[in-house]
């Protein structure tokens, strides 16, 4: 099984930055990428940005150039760098990791249980 806790959000500024975290714990290593997704109530989750296992990162467009995910493997910690934060970037984040389920042999979505960023003046 795979656990993911985000922490970092809250309420910022427009032009102001924040930094989420994703602490991830469990059975890692049937992982096969991970991610970060947000949502706003009404609507499905939008994926922004994804983290291969060799360290490849990809990002919407909406947020190229502004945001930075990265990670620290030794620490498990997947990070999400928001800089330039718009008020249309408020959502609640969460984090996701794609990989085999609990029984080892189907595809799984695992998420955390979202940080809320609200950039607002």
């Known amino acids: 099984q795979v656990q993911l806790v985000e922490s970092g959000g809250g309420l910022v500024q427009p032009g102001g930055s924040l930094r989420l975290s994703c602490l991830a714990s469990?059975?890692?290593?049937?992982?096969?990428?991970m991610g970060w997704y947000r949502q706003t109530p009404g609507t499905q989750r939008e994926l922004i940005t994804t983290?291969?296992?060799?360290?490849?990162?990809t990002y919407t467009d909406s947020v190229k150039g502004r945001f930075t995910t990265s990670r620290d493997t030794a620490k498990n910690t997947l990070y999400l760098q928001m800089n330039s934060l718009k008020p249309e970037d408020t959502a609640l984040y969460y984090c996701?990791?794609?990989?085999?389920?609990?029984?080892?042999?189907?595809?799984?979505?695992?998420w955390g249980q979202g940080t809320q960023v609200t950039v607002s003046s």
């Open positions: 996701n990791a794609r990989g085999l389920g609990p029984d080892g042999q189907h595809e799984y979505d695992y």
């Open positions: 983290m291969t296992s060799d360290g490849t990162p």
């Open positions: 469990g059975r890692l290593f049937n992982i096969y990428t």
